[in-house]
C-alpha cells in the first residue's frame, strides 16, 4: 500500500493494527465519519494533536504519520493490541475496584509521557 499522503499512512497503520474506523474512532473519542475523512484524500487532515494520538492508538512513530519520515512500527502480532485490551477487560471483571483504580491512575500518568 502507498504511503507517501497522510491519509494512506493513516489507512495503512489501522489496518496493520487489524482496527476498524469504528474502533479507531471509539479510542480517538470522534465519529466513524471523521475517521474515514482523514482517510479519503480529498478528505480533511487532522489536527496535530489528533495525529499524537493516532500514533499511540496505532503504534506508530508521530513523525511518520505527520510526515512519513520513517517506516510504520509493525505490531508484533496482527492485532495484539485488540487482544491484549479484550483480555485487560475480562481480567478486570474479577478484581476489586480499588486495584482497578490504582491501574487506571497508573495509565493516566504513563499517558503524559508517551
Known sequence: MDASTIPSRIRLARANCGLSQTEMARRLGVNRATVAHWEREEGFTPTIEHLHRMSGVLGVAFAWLAQGETPPAEPAVRGS???LEEKMIEL?????VSFLASVVALMENAETYL
Open 81 to 83: 493490541r485488540a487482544r
Open 92 to 96: 478486570s471483571k474479577h478484581l476489586p
